[in-house]
């Protein structure tokens, strides 16, 4: 093009505009020259991929010309998405944001390759309505890329812009990653936007993106939207969303101690979930923990998992804030139904979690019951110090520090006497310590049942706290009829604890209620299905009942998804002594043994015993009997443990008085004692049946 001539063509031009810049460097200079050489450098390295040639910059600002409305569309996407992935982990005063104007339509080119023209006039004006982070387009961008990006388009309405005669029709871009919302669907009468109030509206629907999203939203396949220009329906879903699995969220601080925090807040989202009736499955966090760090895609999760739905997310905290933010993906299409975020003091993260899951379940049409809903409303403000202490006491726990989880769960009690859950986790902490035989059992219970009887009249909607009376009611009291109400109640109150099936499954075992027991079993594996203690429970209602070759194959059948489950050695091994299958009981125990330290050292050396009792060889079984005797030098001896070795040598006064014993100090699952089938050589026993009596076992 020689000197002083110009060219008049079609193109589509883009404005972009950082966000704030000004403000920014009238109060740090240096730090807003430095964002500005960053997005300058960030901008130009993606205009050549789109085909967009730099135009000029004027102060903070871009005019890049392109050759098509598709191209200019594409780059504005990929900004908006490279800025987000930047920002992500970046303080709020650190952060890139722009705002993206496109139109097509006839300019001018002039000869130092600037251009000029309505084109320009109009992708300026349109450039202050997208909001931060947003994109606006005029209506003749819209008819050329409709259905043919991955994004759906949203209809502002006629708008009058400066200095342009007719009211143009706009439209806002949702980025894949950007909670929709309906109200933009609305039209705002011609002349709206000429007003401060009217302008303001406008900036405010390119406000949704969501600060502190976890890089790999930005990596999700978004479907083609399926809507007409002007709405921004979602395509129709294969079917009704009634399960969800709640992903281990990321840990965006910048102190890597606050993941017991993060790990901590995932499952009090899991727990608020698993308490809505409407939906039939919530998988445990003990699972969702496993794809901690996964490279897996959605859909595999989700398929794994045998769910509808997962939800992803980040939490970032800085000093007493929080900022959260929560995705809900369909699993089969990896598509993104809802988002949002919040900004949270510590103190309100209870109310927080409780407003997320009334988001979740409203999104996927759960309807939730009254009961649920003055739960939900009725969250508290709680002190943040015994906050924190709960949630270092649950990862204490998960890590099997139990000595420091329950120094957590006293501390978080002193900080906040009227916090409720802290009691409830500290009563679950001694049903384990009732198991571990460091202590008398007798003296964890009690501690127990005062920690969560005391939980629940701080909170009566507690539905672990319920499972931990239950227990207690059971164990020490021989309350069989308080302890069915007790678990029906917590279950009643959360369908989703796994704690409240396993603890009532073992409750309608001692009862001899087994198809009942195996159907809660069956159910808390579901909720859980990577989980050891579900896995362990399920072959336990067989094995009762009497049922070896079924309880059997439900152990076998566990141990070949994976070999993490070895608990469930303890189970198949004592149905194969049941079976007399001796060489094969006894490699199961050793397995066990192989694997020392969680509680069932003991138990294991017991059943080692017990099979060589029951196979002949009673000079190895009398050796191991006096070695666990002379444990009692430095530990409980559970006395059940020991009632069984003798039943298995054949010693039926001995196994009754160590029984007897063990009904004292609620030893080990005495409570079984009366479907146990080891001891089916004891029944006829006058003092056998003395024992039931006194345990109060219903006819």
Known sequence: MSAGTEQRKLAAIMFTDMVGYSALAQRNEALALQLLEEHRGLLRSLFPRFNGREVKTIGDAFLVEFHSALEAAQCAI???????????????????????????????????????????????????????????????????????????????????????????????????????????????????????????????????????????????????????????????????????????????????????????????????????????KVTSRTTIMQYKGTTKKTPEIARELGVDAVVEGSVQREANLIVVSIQLIEGATDRYLWATNYTREVSSLLKLQTELARGIAAEVKAKLTPEEEARLAGARIVNPAALEALLRGRHHEDHFQFDLARESYERAIALDPTYAEPRSALANWYVGAAFSGRELPRLMLAKGKEAATKSLELDDSLAEAHAGVGWFRMMLDWDWRGADQELKRALAL??????????????????????????????????????????????????????????????????????????????????????????????????????????????????????????????????????????????????????????????????????????????????????????????????????????????
């Open 78 to 280: 990929e900004i908006q998405r490279t800025l987000a992935k930047r920002n992500h982990d970046v303080a709020a005063a650190r952060r890139i944001e722009v705002r993206i104007g496109i139109h097509i339509g006839d300019v001018v080119q002039r000869a130092d390759g600037d251009v000029l023209g309505d084109g320009v006039n109009i992708a300026s004006r349109i450039e202050p309505l997208a909001g931060a982070n947003g994109i606006c387009i005029s209506v003749d961008v819209e008819r050329q890329i409709r259905n043919t990006i991955e994004a759906s388009l949203v209809k502002l309405g006629a708008t009058e812009l400066k200095n342009i005669q007719v009211p143009m029709e706009l439209f806002r871009i949702v980025l894949p990653w950007e909670k929709e919302d309906t109200s933009a669907q609305t039209r705002r009468p011609p002349g709206a936007y000429g007003k401060r109030t009217g302008l303001v509206a406008v900036c405010a629907i390119g406000m949704l993106v969501l600060i502190g999203t976890g890089w790999f939203i930005f990596h999700k396949a978004v479907s083609p939207s399926s809507s007409q220009p002007g709405t921004n329906a979602l395509p129709s879903r294969p079917g009704p969303i009634t399960s969800l699995a709640v992903l281990p969220l990321l840990n965006l601080s910048r102190d890597p101690d606050q993941e017991y925090f993060v790990d901590g807040f995932t499952d009090l989202l899991c727990t608020e979930l698993a308490g809505v009736s409407a939906l039939k």
């Open 494 to 699: 959360n369908p989703g604890s796994v704690r409240a099936h396993g603890l009532y499954g073992f409750v309608l075992i001692a009862l001899s209620r087994f198809d009942e027991a195996a159907a809660q079993m069956r159910r808390g594996q579901e909720l859980d299905p990577l989980s050891w203690g579900s896995n362990v429970w399920l072959p336990s209602p067989a094995y009762n009942a009497g049922h070896y070759d079924e309880s059997i194959d439900l152990a076998r059948g566990i141990l070949a998804k994976s070999t993490n489950f070895y608990p469930v050695c303890g189970v198949l091994g004592r149905a194969y002594l049941q079976k007399r299958m001796f060489k094969e009981a006894l490699a199961q125990f050793e397995v066990m043994q192989a694997h020392p330290g969680l509680g069932w050292d003991i138990q294991t050396q017991a059943n080692l015993a017990l099979t060589y009792a029951l196979s002949g060889n009673r000079a190895e079984a009398l050796k191991l009997l006096d070695q666990l005797k002379d444990k009692t030098h430095h530990t409980y001896l559970p006395a059940y443990e020991i009632a069984i070795v003798y039943t298995g040598l054949g010693e039926k006064e001995q196994a009754l008085a160590w029984l007897a014993q063990a009904e004292e100090d609620r030893s080990g699952p005495i409570y079984l004692v009366k479907v146990e089938p080891i001891f089916s050589s004891l029944r006829s026993e006058p003092r056998f049946h003395e024992l039931l009596k006194k345990m109060n076992f219903p006819p």
